[in-house]
């Protein structure tokens, strides 16, 4: 039987969002010796929950976050009145988005921590900035991550990754066909793919089972463990006898003490019942969208303006994920359903170049994450009829011979673009609705063409008999599942609102951690710099409570 | 390759809930308005050389969709279904219902409304209903895996497809 705390235990830490950094912070902390109670919207699902049902899981989306019960609202800039629409998702379930990603793995590159240095000026109408933390800072904590949790992968096989101080603990995943096309074209662009680095176990792993390449991946949750999500920590977390992991538990507000100290979080449990969970210090991991919309929900006499956004800062330099999408179909089959989604990558575009005319980069990589259901509805050439006896016979021969190819582009922050509280909408609980705003910079729509039409060489050279793009995937994005930049990491408080140990500048004893505190977007595939800065924040709470600093 | 204790009781239980989906017993349409929807799944996804709609039993995904999960779809069809009625009365006036048009003609109506909400929404549930898990109530015999060649294993081994098997053959390890 695992440990249980009562509300009125003044317990060291709550967590509030088990995700990807939500896992690993309990899980941390709880080893550490601290007693944590961890606070999640969604249900704690099992390996057994999970199945291979394309209509329920992702059709209907039943691991993510419900926009019926949970509406969002959006408009592009912050004269527009926002009209109801999803704008915003993620997975809402212990282990978060680690439970349904794609798993690819990357880890930022030495030059992410400081591009406006290396750019040489401001990029007009973006707010590109350097982080207050280098890639070293981080190494230590990309190499805990990727050894705590089991990534395969091939160190040193990408020229453009920063140093490492140990390589994978697993080899790379079987290369696919769709490996192999890209791989030998773009050998002969003078490109240098990789095997991808992925969050998927290629051979057994601390009693976990390898892989079987099901090849239900991404948005399903793996039923048998070897997708080395944060869900795979929560039994050594368990296991302290420290660590109460509450499911079903949707946080509306962080509390503040006279003092100006939080002091424990509440929340609505399953009945909808409010109940106040007391706590010494609090750490917030909802992710880059739900963690400023709990700050800003969390107005006190302190904070009227919400928690920890003294300057203002909470919500702005929202970031989301561009990815331009390319597909190409091959004379012979790829069967490229099976094993997991993606096996090779490219790094040689991720570099902002001043020779292209604006700033970005993008990472590629080649993959196929089309279940039937969504291949014949959505993922068919736009000029080909969409029913009938033609296209069934297209869609029959298309999909074993079918491969894509997936830019992930930078996002610049713009100041504008931001996470607010909705005027008008209120969710199922009736708190204000999540509001979005956001408009890409002209340059990411650049870059994202600009990559289009590197994608277009590969496939070209790889042979494909006919290439087609998702026409909507190379415009401005209106929907997001990455989440980035809400709450800037940075020394000054006047323009951030944690610091570099993602300590809150207004609050000494709350942390944020998850995409909220990213300063840039990288090239997407955010989720290893998310777990290495839960990673990093856990080290350094410890080392400052030995300290009585916290 | 052998089957766990674990895996033959999943299997087992999920028969078992296929089973059920799969009767042929209307729970939300009446048989009329059944055989139209059905008529026009059916040139979404025609039977021809390969089993289409019919033979996937997309009808009865359709009825339990409207039945359960998808109630809010309802009116959609009610209305939709309804319009769709006057565009063929409009087409072919001495037409009795979708089903009784020729082949031909419903291609034509289809064609004349295949930018409506209704037509999308019965694609789109026509296309779940064929490759969806059967135990929706369509999918029957898994024809819609075939016809685009999955397996629909729970495991698979490299090598997977054409091009990784000819690279493993090249540079063996």
């Given at each position: 039987m695992s440990v249980t705390f009562r509300p009125s235990d003044t317990v060291d830490f709550v967590v509030v969002g088990v995700g990807a950094a939500g896992g690993v912070m309990a899980k941390e902390l709880a080893t550490a010796g601290f007693r944590v109670v961890a606070l999640e919207h969604g249900p704690w699902r099992h390996e057994k929950d999970f199945t291979h049902d394309e209509i329920a899981v992702a059709e209907r989306g039943q691991l993510v976050n419900d926009h019926s019960k949970q509406p969002n609202t959006f408009r592009k800039t912050p004269n527009e009145k926002a009209?109801?629409?999803?704008?915003i998702g993620y997975c809402q379930t212990v282990g978060g988005g680690s439970v349904h990603f794609t798993a690819n793995y990357w880890r930022f590159h030495p030059e992410d921590f400081h591009e406006r240095s290396t750019w040489g000026s401001a990029v007009p109408g973006a707010d590109l900035r350097d982080w207050p933390i280098t890639y070293d800072d981080l190494e230590p904590y990309y190499t805990k991550a990727e050894w705590d949790l089991g990534i395969s992968g091939l160190a040193g096989?990408?020229?453009?990754d920063g140093p490492r101080s140990k390589p994978y603990p697993l080899p790379p995943m079987p290369v696919k066909s769709s490996g192999v096309l890209f791989d030998r074209a773009a050998k002969k662009l003078g490109l240098h793919p990789f095997p991808a680095p992925m969050a998927v176990l290629s051979q057994p792993y601390r009693g976990r089972a390898a892989c079987v390449h099901c090849g239900f991946c991404e948005a399903f949750g793996c039923e048998m463990g070897a997708k080395s999500s944060s869900l795979m920590l929560m039994p050594a977390a368990v296991k302290t006898d420290r660590c109460e992991i509450r499911p079903s538990s949707y946080v509306r507000k962080i509390e503040v003490g006279k003092d100006g100290r939080v002091n424990g979080a509440i929340y609505f449990d399953q009945q909808k019942r409010e109940i106040f969970q007391r706590a010494k210090a609090v750490v917030v991991c909802a992710n880059g969208a739900e963690t400023p919309r709990l700050l800003l929900l969390s107005k006190s006499n302190a904070f009227p303006h919400g928690l920890a956004n003294s300057h203002g800062n909470v919500g702005k330099y929202l970031m989301f994920d561009n990815g331009g999408y390319a597909m190409g179909v091959f004379e012979h089959p790829l069967n490229d359903y099976k094993s997991v989604v993606v096996t090779r990558v490219l790094h040689d575009y991720y570099r902002a170049d001043p020779k292209r005319g604006f700033w970005g980069g993008s990472g590629i990589d080649a993959r196929f994450d089309w279940y039937p259901v969504a291949f014949a509805g959505r993922g068919m050439p736009t000029d080909i009829p969409q029913w009938g006896s033609e296209w069934k016979r297209t869609v029959g021969q298309y999909y074993t011979h079918t491969m894509g190819l997936l830019a992930h582009t930078s996002c610049l922050a713009v100041e504008q673009n931001s996470i607010s509280l909705d005027d008008e909408v209120k969710d199922a609980w009736g708190l204000p609705a999540m509001r979005a705003t956001f408009k890409n910079h002209p340059d990411d729509v650049r870059m994202l063409r600009f990559a289009a039409e590197r994608q277009k060489e590969i496939l070209t050279t790889a042979g494909a008999k006919k290439i087609w793009f998702d026409p909507g995937s190379l415009e401005e994005q209106t929907f997001s599942v990455h989440l980035m930049g809400t709450c800037r990491m940075g020394d000054d408080p006047a323009t951030s609102v944690v610091n570099k140990w993602n300590r809150a500048h207004d609050v000494p004893n709350l942390f944020l951690v998850d995409g909220s505190s990213l300063v840039t977007s990288g090239r997407q595939q955010p989720t290893e710099t998310i777990q290495a800065l839960a990673y990093r924040t856990a080290d350094y709470i410890q080392q400052a409570a030995k300290r009585g600093e916290i | 390759m052998t089957i766990s204790r674990r895996e033959w009781l999943l299997a087992a239980a999920c028969w078992a809930e296929v089973l059920r989906a799969q009767s042929d017993q209307l729970t939300w349409f009446d048989s009329a308005t059944a055989a139209e929807i059905k008529a026009i799944a059916c040139q979404i996804i025609p039977d021809d050389e390969t089993p289409g709609a019919d033979r996937a039993g997309v009808i009865w995904f359709i009825d339990r969709a409207l039945a359960g999960y998808d109630q809010d779809k309802r009116e959609l069809y009610k209305r939709g279904l309804a319009e769709m009625q006057a565009k063929r009365a409009e087409l072919f006036p001495r037409s009795s219902s979708i089903a009784a048009l020729t082949k031909d003609q419903q291609i034509q109506l289809l064609r004349a409304t295949e930018k409506t909400d209704f037509f999308q929404a019965v694609r789109y549930h026509t296309i779940l209903g064929f490759f969806?898990?059967?135990?929706?109530?369509?999918n029957r015999g898994e024809v819609g895996w075939k016809l685009i060649g999955v397996e629909y294993s729970m495991q698979y081994q490299p090598p997977f497809g054409y091009y990784d098997a000819q690279a493993a053959k090249e540079s063996p390890k």
């Open positions: 009209k109801l629409q999803p704008a096989s990408n020229p453009f | 969806g898990h059967p135990k929706y109530g369509g």
